[in-house]
């Protein structure tokens, strides 16, 4: 539905793009427009990696947003009901009872936490966009800008590979949230989840498939990423 976001350019300080769920608004940095003039978005060309990842980050809050904002009935496409059943099963569990870093630094430092409703749907937010944008911007730079002329070929996907597994294994690709709980926001406006329960291999799948439509070949070598990760770190905490 195109009308369900509302999207306008303000002189952002901090980020190229912001959504805010209450309203439905998607405010972008003026340098994100034609001329800088606020009318229309610029040619996608014309951005720099980062800012078209965050653009993409935000994206993906907005298209979550869309799913969970009312009973849509038959307006969901089949594509659209799979997103939606996959987030409701991981907000059940994998994102709801946690480990959190308390110093992001110190990974092997860990606190149980079982999420309010409103910090798991951030945490499971956060963690899908900040893989939607990682995917952009990697992509980008991969293809070198030209990503309607080029195609993933057997020496792309290995560098990509490298780039993911690196990116994993570093942490770039970790949710977090915001505490809803006013006593904890005091002691730290973020906290950051700890790799137990960070992406899955069905995330993966899942968010390159469904979301981005990258090919099998790409998804394949991904999922394996995580799925090796997987083999060397603290299983997530069981719900039951």
């Known amino acids: 539905d195109p ?4 999207v306008h350019f ?17 405010i972008l940095n003026l340098r994100l427009s034609f001329n800088e003039a606020g009318g229309a978005l610029a040619d996608l060309a014309r951005m720099t990696h980062h800012d078209v990842a965050l ?14 904002a009312t009973d849509h009935g038959q307006a969901l496409t089949a594509e659209d009901q799979k997103v939606l059943e996959a987030a409701n099963k991981q907000m059940a569990c994998h994102y709801r009872f946690v480990r959190i870093n308390p110093i992001r630094q110190l990974k092997g430092a860990t606190e149980l936490r079982f999420l309010s409703d409103q910090d798991t749907w951030e945490v499971m937010n956060e963690t899908w966009a900040v893989f939607v944008g990682w995917v952009l911007w990697t992509k980008l730079e991969l293809f070198q800008d030209h990503l309607t002329t080029k195609s993933w070929t057997p020496a792309l996907i290995e560098q990509w590979t490298q780039r993911l597994t690196d990116a994993v294994k570093s942490g770039e690709l970790l949710g977090y949230y915001e505490p809803d709980d006013p006593e904890e926001r005091q002691i730290a406006r973020k906290r950051f989840i700890a ?14 498939t469904t ?6 070949e790409l998804v394949q070598a991904s999922t394996a990423v995580f799925e090796e990760y997987q083999t060397s770190m603290e299983p997530a905490p069981s719900c039951e």
């Open 55 to 68: 653009l993409y980050h935000e994206l993906l809050h907005a298209y979550l947003d869309y799913l969970y």
């Open 211 to 216: 979301v981005l439509g990258e090919p099998p």
């Open 10 to 26: 303000e002189d952002l300080r901090t980020y190229a793009a912001e959504y805010h769920p209450h309203d439905h608004t998607m």
């Open 195 to 208: 790799p137990s329960n960070g992406l899955t291999p069905q995330d993966v799948e899942l968010l390159l």
């Open 3 to 6: 009308k369900f976001v509302t």
